[in-house]
């Protein structure tokens, strides 16, 4: 029985001491890569990763320098958001994180985001286009791929 013990209270500590490693890492690495400021709206944030220098020189000379990265990148109801920016920066920090990442390629679920809010911003042109075809039958990126990031794709 007291060998039960001392197994379980071995068990129990080796737990604590990995689970506070785990968390003391995550907890640098978070602050160290500035992670808090993705909870923001500020298109500036998104140079915090150095690949993104290119794309946000163009966006800033572009027609949509008006809208912000969220505007496009992102679902408009506070939690889509919030997953999809949690799940973007799971992805992006893996990639810089375990490859030798220097362009990002966007997701299928983010090109969705991108479209779904084209037709948000641009609803009354968008309107009177699929009246013609069905939504499915087109995407605003495939005409317009470089109009956020002019001379960058995708």
């Known amino acids: 029985m007291m060998n039960q013990i ?9 737990s604590i001491i990995a689970i506070g490693v785990l968390t003391g890492v995550g907890a640098y690495t978070f602050i160290y890569a500035r992670g808090y400021s993705y909870i923001f709206n500020d298109p500036e944030i998104c140079v915090n ?3 993104m220098r290119e794309n946000y020189d163009s966006w ?7 809208a912000t990265c969220n505007d ?8 889509g ?7 973007n920066g799971f992805r992006h920090s893996y990639a810089f ?11 299928e679920r983010n ?23 069905p939504v499915s039958l087109k995407s ?15």
Not at 140 to 154: A, I, N
């Open 111 to 133: 090109l969705r985001y991108i479209q779904q809010n084209c037709i948000r911003c641009h609803q009354n042109i968008a309107h009177s286009m699929f009246q013609e075809s």
């Open 97 to 107: 994180t375990f490859k030798n990442v220097q362009v990002l390629t966007i997701t």
């Open 49 to 51: 990763c150095h690949i």
């Open 81 to 87: 958001k919030y997953i999809a920016k949690a799940d």
């Open 72 to 79: 496009c990148h992102v679902p408009h109801h506070l939690i």
């Open 60 to 66: 800033i000379v572009s027609p949509h320098r008006s």
């Open 140 to 154: 605003c990126t495939r005409c317009h791929r470089d109009v956020g990031h002019s001379g960058h794709s995708l």
């Open 6 to 14: 001392r197994n379980f209270n071995l068990w129990l500590l080796l």
